[in-house]
């Protein structure tokens, strides 16, 4: 038994797919025509990962021929393939990542699928994508568009916003994308450093029931953009002409697109390392680096992830919750390639209520249903159970995020949701946007275990002294090139921030930033960001740890763990947010270290147990331990632009529990 309550071994498995599950899985079809191509007996996907890493070429244009690329592939398939950085995937191939989503299908088939807090719905179908994408790119080629220029948007997840994705895709530009509640300082944080020649916002978004403007935030935010010479405004609060007009170079999305009919789409055919999506770190330790994502990197990757880690099919309906501030909307998008039809949702995922995702889930039939970590567990609390409320026959797989995903959350989803499910617990980030480690369709699913490193991510845990180590906690590391690595990123012309991000620790090597574990199952347990990592009497100790504990405490809606410089060592504190009329006091705070200390070690315990109302977050939900440890040490927060609630920071300053 492993320290937290992780079980490796000995316990049996929540699920196990059925043997004609597995055998019409699109990993056993990928595995017999790799056998046939190649000479192979592959017999399992744990053999078919060990090929995809010792012949990288040769696995990832198997990818190429599983997706049906369109475009043109010559020469050879890895260039510099023992460099990393510095090893190039398909030089001499050319292809367009939105000639790829738009692929040619039935007109009438469903592309994409809306609901709002609004309590709008709206199908979309292929044909009516492919029209707006046509009179999309005719406008932004009018607006002097082209190879290499950037748009940005500041938009929920609509329709539109993966429309304006695909037109500037289609006509090579380079397109980055925020959520309409990053404030004015967060907008510019990224959005300055890589001048858009068109910026796209909403006039508004809805959360929590209410509908919320935004046309004060981009009167103070667009005219500090200069290089903008369109600022396209997108309905949604039924604003956009009144908001247009008080901006520099505002448009609607009508007249802008007005002048232009649906025709025939035209691709920019480039090369395969173009850039096509530009995303953002957290920025939390200072202005958010440019991460820049190649057209055909992401594709391939996309591809891969969809159909043979989540075993998707043409005509299934992929769900992701995610804003367009984070990496899953680029994963979600990708899903078009797939011949997938979107889920999209915009809004609170409990407004009006908690069965909101789960109405949408079955009016639509959603094969796959994907979220967060933190979303099921507040289901859990809330006692939530869908499995018995509504029809979830048609969902075949569920995937989590965002942080590593409790114990009890894996057995709550197989009782509380559905028992005959793959689960998949996955974790990468926006640094390669998608993932390193997943899920495996045809394998068993153990409590509390990411299933499998990525087919074609040559991944291994390895010590201080970078030796790979196995059934102990060390760096989570990626030996080999992958070609969804970042190009590069934006204003780093001699890649001294790239390498420094990934490469610096371990010269040639990947260093992710995560503090893992392999099972005796092959699977992987990531006990939280190294960067957070806990070192009390020297001892590597992981936040993730110490929470897959605490939260098993009915009174503790979430919890937040940072180190305390203390007395020449380090000393655990434990801030907990509680449910409403729960009180920490002397029985509740026994409690919290009983359950720490027999579901992970005496080490795990606190020093310190403090309340407090509010927990600071990312934009995309993420709990940002090294912001507070920065307020609790009374160092500045370089950038809380890049928080949520910046203002719960005030409740860990000088606390006079931690001077004693």
Same mark, same amino acid.
């Given at each position: 038994?492993?320290?937290?309550?992780?079980?490796?071994?000995?316990?049996?498995?929540?699920?196990?797919?059925?043997?004609?599950?597995?055998?019409?899985?699109?990993?056993?079809?990928?595995?017999?025509?790799?056998?046939? @191509? +190649?000479?192979?007996?592959?017999?399992?996907?744990?053999?078919?990962?060990?090929?995809?890493?010792?012949?990288?070429?040769?696995?990832?244009?198997?990818?190429?021929?599983?997706?049906?690329?369109? &475009?043109? $592939?010559?020469?050879?398939?890895?260039?510099?393939?023992? $460099?990393?950085?510095?090893? @190039?995937?398909?030089?001499?191939?050319?292809?367009?990542?939105?000639?790829?989503?738009?692929?040619? #299908?039935? #007109?009438?088939?469903?592309?994409?699928?809306?609901?709002?807090?609004?309590?709008?719905?709206?199908?979309?179908?292929?044909?009516?994508?492919?029209?707006?994408?046509?009179?999309?790119?005719?406008?932004?080629? %009018?607006?002097?568009?082209?190879?290499?220029?950037?748009?940005?948007?500041?938009?929920?997840?609509?329709?539109?916003?993966?429309?304006?994705?695909?037109?500037?895709?289609?006509?090579?530009?380079?397109?980055?994308?925020?959520?309409?509640?990053?404030?004015?300082?967060?907008?510019?944080?990224?959005?300055?450093?890589? =001048?858009?020649?068109?910026?796209?916002?909403?006039?508004?978004?809805?959360?929590?029931?209410?509908?919320?403007?935004?046309?004060?935030?981009?009167?103070?935010?667009?005219?500090?953009?200069?290089?903008?010479?369109?600022?396209?405004?997108?309905?949604?609060?039924?604003?956009?002409?009144?908001?247009?007009?008080?901006?520099?170079?505002?448009?609607?999305?009508?007249?802008?697109?007005?002048?232009?009919?649906?025709?025939?789409?035209?691709?920019? #055919?480039?090369?395969? *390392?173009?850039?096509?999506?530009?995303?953002?770190?957290?920025?939390?330790?200072?202005?958010?680096?440019?991460?820049? +994502?190649?057209?055909?990197?992401?594709?391939?990757? +996309?591809?891969?992830?969809?159909?043979?880690?989540?075993?998707?099919?043409?005509?299934?309906?992929?769900? /992701?919750?995610?804003?367009?501030?984070?990496?899953?909307? *680029?994963?979600?998008?990708?899903?078009?390639?797939? &011949?997938?039809?979107?889920?999209?949702?915009?809004?609170?995922?409990?407004?009006?209520?908690?069965?909101?995702?789960?109405? /949408?889930?079955?009016?639509?039939?959603?094969?796959?249903?994907?979220?967060?970590?933190?979303?099921?567990?507040?289901? $859990?609390?809330?006692?939530?159970?869908?499995?018995?409320?509504?029809?979830?026959?048609?969902?075949?797989?569920?995937?989590?995020?965002?942080?590593?995903?409790?114990? =009890?959350?894996?057995?709550?989803?197989?009782?509380?949701?559905?028992?005959?499910?793959?689960? %998949?617990?996955?974790?990468?980030?926006?640094?390669?946007?998608?993932?390193?480690?997943?899920?495996?369709?045809?394998?068993?699913?153990?409590?509390?275990?990411?299933?499998?490193?990525?087919?074609?991510?040559?991944?291994?845990?390895?010590?201080?002294? &970078?030796?790979?180590?196995?059934?102990? @906690?060390?760096?989570?590391?990626?030996?080999?090139?992958?070609?969804?690595?970042?190009?590069?990123?934006? *204003?780093?012309?001699?890649?001294?921030?790239?390498?420094?991000? /990934?490469?610096?620790?371990?010269?040639?090597?990947?260093?992710?930033?995560?503090?893992?574990?392999?099972?005796?199952?092959?699977?992987?347990?990531?006990?939280? $960001?190294?960067?957070?990592?806990?070192?009390?009497?020297?001892?590597?100790? &992981?936040?993730?740890?110490? /929470?897959?504990?605490?939260?098993?405490?009915?009174?503790?809606?979430?919890?937040?763990?940072?180190?305390?410089?203390?007395?020449?060592?380090?000393?655990?504190?434990?801030?907990?947010?509680?449910?409403?009329?729960?009180?920490?006091?002397?029985?509740?705070?026994?409690?919290?270290?009983?359950?720490?200390?027999?579901?992970?070690?005496?080490?795990?315990?606190?020093?310190?147990?403090?309340?407090?109302?509010?927990?600071?977050?990312? @934009?995309?939900?993420?709990?940002?331990?090294?912001?507070?440890?920065?307020?609790?040490?009374?160092?500045?927060?370089?950038?809380?632009?890049?928080?949520? *609630?910046?203002?719960?920071?005030?409740?860990?300053?000088?606390?006079?529990?931690?001077?004693?």
């Amino acid at each position: 038994m492993a320290e937290a309550g992780f079980a490796t071994t000995g316990q049996a498995p929540l699920w196990t797919p059925s043997p004609e599950r597995v055998a019409h899985s699109q990993i056993t079809a990928f595995i017999a025509r790799v056998n046939a @191509r +190649h000479g192979t007996a592959l017999a399992d996907y744990r053999a078919l990962h060990a090929w995809s890493i010792a012949h990288p070429a040769a696995f990832w244009e198997a990818v190429w021929e599983l997706g049906e690329v369109i &475009g043109t $592939r010559s020469g050879p398939s890895l260039v510099d393939g023992d $460099r990393m950085p510095g090893a @190039r995937f398909f030089p001499e191939a050319r292809l367009n990542y939105a000639e790829n989503l738009l692929r040619p #299908r039935d #007109r009438a088939s469903v592309a994409l699928v809306f609901r709002g807090e609004d309590k709008v719905e709206r199908q979309v179908s292929f044909g009516e994508l492919t029209d707006l994408v046509s009179r999309l790119q005719q406008a932004l080629r %009018a607006a002097g568009v082209g190879v290499g220029d950037r748009v940005a948007a500041t938009m929920p997840n609509l329709p539109e916003t993966i429309a304006v994705m695909l037109a500037a895709s289609s006509l090579g530009a380079v397109f980055s994308s925020c959520s309409p509640d990053f404030g004015e300082r967060g907008i510019l944080d990224r959005f300055g450093q890589i =001048e858009p020649k068109v910026y796209v916002a909403c006039d508004g978004y809805w959360y929590n029931g209410k509908p919320v403007s935004i046309a004060e935030k981009l009167r103070a935010a667009v005219p500090q953009m200069p290089s903008a010479t369109t600022t396209l405004i997108v309905p949604y609060l039924g604003q956009a002409e009144e908001v247009a007009k008080s901006l520099p170079n505002g448009v609607t999305l009508e007249a802008f697109l007005a002048p232009h009919s649906p025709a025939p789409l035209s691709f920019e #055919r480039l090369p395969f *390392n173009h850039p096509l999506f530009i995303l953002f770190s957290s920025g939390t330790t200072g202005a958010p680096k440019c991460i820049v +994502h190649g057209a055909g990197g992401t594709l391939l990757q +996309h591809i891969k992830e969809h159909r043979l880690h989540c075993d998707l099919v043409p005509g299934d309906r992929l769900f /992701y919750f995610t804003t367009c501030g984070w990496m899953m909307w *680029n994963w979600l998008v990708s899903g078009l390639a797939s &011949g997938l039809t979107l889920c999209l949702y915009d809004g609170s995922p409990f407004a009006p209520n908690a069965s909101v995702l789960w109405d /949408y889930a079955a009016q639509e039939r959603f094969a796959l249903f994907g979220t967060s970590a933190k979303y099921i567990d507040q289901l $859990r609390k809330e006692g939530v159970r869908p499995g018995e409320t509504h029809d979830l026959s048609a969902l075949k797989a569920m995937t989590s995020t965002g942080s590593p995903l409790a114990p =009890e959350s894996f057995a709550f989803v197989y009782e509380a949701i559905k028992p005959d499910l793959h689960l %998949a617990s996955i974790s990468g980030g926006t640094d390669i946007v998608s993932c390193f480690v997943l899920g495996d369709p045809t394998a068993p699913v153990y409590k509390g275990e990411i299933q499998a490193a990525g087919l074609g991510m040559a991944m291994e845990v390895w010590s201080d002294e &970078g030796t790979p180590v196995t059934g102990e @906690r060390g760096e989570l590391v990626c030996t080999k090139p992958f070609p969804c690595m970042p190009v590069m990123f934006w *204003n780093d012309p001699k890649g001294a921030k790239y390498h420094a991000a /990934y490469f610096e620790r371990f010269p040639n090597v990947w260093c992710h930033g995560d503090f893992a574990e392999w099972t005796t199952h092959g699977g992987l347990i990531i006990h939280g $960001r190294s960067d957070a990592t806990l070192n009390p009497q020297g001892v590597r100790i &992981g936040t993730a740890e110490i /929470y897959a504990q605490a939260e098993q405490i009915p009174e503790i809606v979430e919890a937040i763990a940072i180190g305390q410089d203390w007395d020449n060592d380090v000393r655990v504190v434990l801030f907990v947010r509680l449910r409403e009329g729960a009180v920490l006091d002397a029985e509740l705070d026994k409690r919290i270290r009983t359950q720490i200390r027999t579901g992970a070690s005496p080490r795990h315990v606190p020093a310190r147990i403090l309340a407090v109302t509010d927990i600071p977050r990312t @934009r995309s939900g993420k709990i940002t331990e090294l912001a507070v440890r920065d307020v609790v040490h009374g160092r500045p927060v370089k950038n809380t632009e890049a928080l949520a *609630n910046p203002e719960s920071l005030e409740l860990f300053r000088n606390r006079p529990e931690l001077a004693e």
